[in-house]
Nanobody
Framework: QVQLVESGGGLVQAGGSLRLSCAAS????????VGWFRQAPGKEREFVAG????????DYADSVKGRFTISRDIAKNTVYLQMNSLKPDDTAVYYC????????????????WGQGTQVTVSS
């Protein structure tokens, strides 16, 4: 079973940047599509970005398009989420998840989840 561990969260001022990492153990992580989701207090978990197993296709929520970039390093078994021009509305716990089908934006499309990393953007 794939295990996922997120890192890179923290506190940043509006307009700043963070890079989140999602490291996988217990291969074959590279057979999976990966998604980033986020959940703010009192809100449902929402899709942020996704990438296919080889890293050639990506998908973004409208709210982050042009500001966030998802990528993966197959050799390192790691997926990244580069977040630029951060806004207070981006404050949430960010989760990475692995699933068998690229393009899924629903939580049920992913069977493996990390524990989450907190991102806080101050105004």
């Amino acid at each position: 079973q794939v295990q996922l561990v997120e890192s890179g969260g923290g506190l940043v001022q509006a307009g700043g940047s963070l890079r989140l990492s999602c490291a996988a153990s217990r291969l074959p992580f590279n057979n999976y599509a990966v998604g980033w989701f986020r959940q703010a207090p009192g809100k449902e978990r929402e899709f942020v970005a996704g990438i296919n197993w080889i890293g050639t296709n990506t998908d973004y929520a409208d709210s982050v398009k042009g500001r966030f970039t998802i990528s993966r390093d197959i050799a390192k078994n790691t997926v990244y989420l580069q977040m630029n021009s951060l806004k207070p509305d981006d404050t949430a716990v960010y989760y990475c998840a692995a699933g068998l089908e690229f393009g899924r934006r629903d939580v049920s499309g992913y069977g493996h989840w990390g524990q989450g990393t907190q991102v806080t953007v101050s105004s």
